[in-house]
């Protein structure tokens, strides 16, 4: 007579049917949704929403912007629901969308005057604010200070990138796109894509000399 | 110093990708060229630095803060249509309104001179040709003797086939009883065939000399006061029988018109008669 000495033994697994998990694509998500299916587009959401506030934040480099222009992204998504073509990839008009409020929130700051006051000093070539940030020489106290100031860094050098080329380098390098998908996104072609991260990353190993 | 080749170098490093190999030209230069492998060497750097951010999440609250935001779009749209449904006497409401809109039609679309109430066969009034009540019908109208006086036509004077029998015998009572009709209220209740008009709607009554030739039989009323008080006797609906004295009632005028009646007041007046 076997005893039983714990819940592992019943082998459960072998009686239950084992759950039916389907991936329903975007698209079939979408089009639930605008017939009023609250579900799919809340699933719809669970897919995105990281993803997107993430991409804005890297582009806006301010977080509560970031969410509050990922939370217009979903609702524009649910408000031309009836008008979404499925020629494209859902990602990639979701993406087109974010870049879009991204950009014209970019230009707002711009016309508002609200660049730091660090800000006056000008690039070389764009014409762009710059940030002031002088070369720090003081020897380096511990490993993991430096690696925080280097993406500090970094994330400050993003953001003094002009949108045009900001845009594609944070596609492809921090979203991790592929230049047929960022050319998608931006509606525009390959060709200026590859040029355009190109110069993107120039800029930054110029203002990241001496960090890296 | 940096030369066409440095800078194809540098070209083909920033546009490569992480783990991507360099052409054999460009790693030949890099091979001999210390700036262009420092290039190499802080790209790649970067592209490490970069390429390491960690995802952002979004709060917590992310689908809560996007519900609210799209029910709050969602609310001017069909806040009048949400209203509707959920107003509580929505049926009993519009079919009140259907009755008032039905009613209203009914009373501005009647013919114009209609004095009738719905469901009443006769005009409310009648000439008197064909009402054919005596003037002795009506004991308070009686003339005065050398005054003028003239016949009014009102709708109580009307139909005397319809008047029941014992409002014929006792019609001051009942005139009394009802203020603007001779007719007993039970009668009424009745749905007899009995007329009624309205007053409010409806022109000054006709008045005619009473001496005029023709007008004999209709009914006439005096428009000078009686110089005695008036004893009215009502009997209400138990048959107890109660008796009124009214005053005469007069404006001045009526007195100046009688024979032999001086006023002190128009005597000891200077200015004028009053």
């Not at chain 1, 409020?101 to 006051?117: F, G, H, N, P, Q």
Request: glycine share 6%; proline share 6%.
């Amino acid at each position: 007579m076997s005893t039983v000495t714990s819940l592992n033994e019943l082998d459960f697994a072998g009686v239950l049917p084992a759950p039916v998990i389907e991936r329903v694509s975007d698209h079939a998500l979408l089009a639930a949704s605008e017939t009023g299916d609250e579900d799919a587009f809340a699933e719809l959401v669970g897919r995105y929403r990281n993803q997107i506030t993430s991409y804005i934040y890297r582009m806006t480099n301010d977080y509560e912007g970031a969410v509050d222009l990922a939370q217009e992204t979903f609702v524009r998504v649910y408000r031309a629901a009836s008008r979404y073509q499925t020629t494209h990839a859902f990602s990639t008009y979701i993406y087109r969308i974010a870049t879009n409020l991204a950009i014209s929130e970019l230009r707002k700051r711009k016309r508002r005057r609200l660049v730091s006051m660090t800000g006056f000093f000008e690039s070389h070539e764009g014409k762009e604010p710059t940030e002031f940030n002088p070369p720090d020489n003081r020897p380096l106290q511990d490993v993991a200070l430096v690696d925080t100031e280097r993406r500090t860094a970094v994330k400050r050098a993003i953001s003094t990138l002009p949108e045009k080329y900001r845009a594609p380098l944070v596609l492809r390098d921090v979203e991790g796109k592929s230049y047929e998908e960022i050319a998608g996104i931006l509606r525009t072609s390959e060709g200026t894509v590859k040029s355009r991260i190109s110069r993107a990353r120039g800029f930054l190993r110029d203002k990241m000399r001496n960090y890296l | 110093m940096k030369t066409r080749d440095c800078r194809n170098t540098l070209r083909e490093i920033d546009s490569n990708e992480l783990d991507q190999q360099l052409s054999d030209k460009s790693s030949a230069h890099i091979a001999g060229c210390r700036s262009c492998r420092e290039a190499l060497h802080q790209g790649s750097s970067l592209r490490r630095l970069v390429a390491g951010f960690e995802t952002v999440s979004a709060p917590p609250d992310f689908d809560m803060r996007l519900r609210a935001r799209l029910a709050a779009e969602k609310k001017p749209a069909t806040a009048w249509i949400n209203l509707w449904r959920q107003a509580p006497g929505v049926p009993a409401f519009a079919l009140a309104l259907s009755l008032l809109v039905v009613g209203a039609l009914a009373f501005y679309l009647r013919p114009p001179g209609t004095q009738q109430i719905a469901g009443r066969g006769k005009p409310a009034v009648q000439s008197p040709a064909q009402t054919g009540v005596p003037a002795k019908a009506f004991p308070s109208n009686e003339l005065a003797s050398g005054t003028q006086a003239v016949g009014v036509q009102t709708g109580r004077e009307t139909d005397d086939a319809s008047i029941p029998e014992r409002e014929r015998r006792e019609p001051v009572s009942g005139a009394r009883r009802t203020g603007r009709s001779t007719v007993e209220p039970d009668a009424v209740a009745k749905g007899s065939d009995i007329s009624s008009r309205e007053y409010n709607q409806l022109p000054a009554n006709l008045i005619k000399r009473a001496t005029d030739a023709g007008m004999e039989t209709s009914p006439v009323v005096s428009l000078s006061a009686p110089a005695q008080p008036v004893v009215v006797s009502m009997r209400d609906d138990h048959g107890a029988t109660r008796t009124i004295s009214l005053p005469p009632v007069s404006f001045g005028s009526q007195r100046l018109v009688q024979p032999g009646y001086q006023s002190t007041a128009m005597i000891s007046s200077a200015k004028g008669v009053w």
